[in-house]
């Protein structure tokens, strides 16, 4: 089983920096991606950053050129530096990490969730 631990989130003020962290670990045999995504109040969750496969990047256009995602392999940790924050960045953000198992299943996993609020 694999487990998702992430670290991180917080309060900090308009234009103001923050970094979340999710380390993996459990037996992973294949990943396929990994990546964060957030979830406002009474909303779907969505997209922030993610690696794919082929280690290529996707952002969400709000966060383009404010937040990047990176990633430690050796550690099984993937990272959200987010800078020049915003009160409309204020939601709770959830590591996401999907794999595929020995017999070619996907299957994905969430992290518990960081609050990260934006306010002065």
């Known amino acids: 089983q694999v487990q998702l631990v992430e670290s991180g989130g917080g309060l900090v003020q308009p234009g103001g920096s923050l970094r979340l962290s999710c380390a993996a670990s459990g037996s992973i045999f294949r990943l396929n991606a990994m990546g964060w995504y957030r979830q406002f109040p009474g909303k779907q969750r969505e997209l922030v950053a993610t690696f794919n496969s082929a280690s290529s990047t996707n952002y969400a256009a709000s966060v383009k050129g404010r937040f990047t995602i990176s990633r430690d392999n050796a550690k099984n940790t993937v990272y959200l530096q987010m800078n020049s924050l915003k009160p409309e960045d204020t939601a709770v953000y959830y590591c996401?990490?999907?794999?595929?198992?020995?017999?070619?299943?996907?299957?994905?996993?969430w992290g518990q969730g960081t609050q990260v609020t934006v306010s002065s």
């Open positions: 996401y990490l999907g794999t595929v198992n020995e017999l070619g299943y996907s299957v994905g996993y």
